[in-house]
T-cell receptor
Framework: ETGVTQTPRHLVMGMTNKKSLKCEQH?????MYWYKQSAKKPLELMFV???????ENNSVPSRFSPECPNSSHLFLHLHTLQPEDSALYLC?????????????FGSGTRLTVV | RKEVEQDPGPFNVPEGATVAFNCTYS??????FFWYRQDCRKEPKLLMS???SGNEDGRFTAQLNRASQYISLLIRDSKLSDSATYLC????????????FGKGTMLLVSP
């Protein structure tokens, strides 16, 4: 496995379900990110982790709960979502919080809330 | 003013054409600038960084104008495979640095 891997690729869930998105990076990076991409909107930064510690939460609703057990893995736990939460959820990683080399993205999880 | 603004397009061009995209950013303290490419229903991928002196990578040329706070991307000799959405990206500093993305400019190259 190389790069940044996200699972599942697609997810359909009801508003009362609980599910988790998983991200794993094999690049030796130590910062990881969750972004949300909705139709006709720019990528929105949701959470930032550096050395497994959360450093930013952009006022994301509590129905989204991130977890970073180590520098290679990042989860996004979902519960009681709304239809407007349907979007592409992208995980990214970088070497520290240094943005000079950009981020590497996973292929994303396309989430549909019904 | 939005942090990063781009014309959404689409830009429709024939193969072989030269096309240019511009982007403006609001944070004068930004230090890192990029163009990412995103294919339909795929993840964004880094196309190239943008440096103050301008830089070129094959058919792609990026320019940065710090005084006017805009970034440009020039694509020469367009290929069908260049059809994608091009995202302008700058860093934002709020104690630490993260990347802020524009909505993207869609390019459609036709035969």
């Amino acid at each position: 496995e190389t790069g940044v891997t996200q699972t599942p690729r697609h997810l359909v869930m009801g508003m009362t379900n609980k599910k988790s998105l998983k991200c794993e990076q094999h690049l030796g990076h130590n910062a990881m990110y969750w972004y949300k991409q909705s139709a006709k909107k720019p990528l929105e930064l949701m959470f930032v982790y550096s050395l497994e510690e959360r450093v930013e939460n952009n006022s994301v609703p509590s129905r989204f709960s991130p977890e970073c057990p180590n520098s290679s893995h990042l989860f996004l736990h979902l519960h009681t979502l709304q239809p407007e939460d349907s979007a592409l959820y992208l995980c990214a990683s970088s070497q520290g919080l240094d943005t000079s080399k950009g981020y590497t993205f996973g292929s994303g999880t396309r989430l549909t809330v019904v | 003013r939005k942090e990063v603004e781009q014309d959404p397009g689409p830009f429709n061009v024939p193969e072989g054409a030269t096309v240019a995209f511009n982007c403006t950013y609001s944070n004068s303290a930004s230090q890192s600038f990029f163009w990412y490419r995103q294919d339909c229903r795929k993840e964004p991928k880094l196309l190239m960084s943008v440096y103050s002196s301008g830089n070129e990578d094959g058919r792609f040329t990026a320019q940065l104008n710090r005084a006017s706070q805009y970034i440009s991307l020039l694509i020469r000799d367009s290929k069908l495979s260049d059809s994608a959405t091009y995202l302008c990206v700058v860093n934002r500093n709020s104690g630490y640095s993260t990347l802020t993305f524009g909505k993207g400019t869609m390019l459609l190259v036709s035969p």
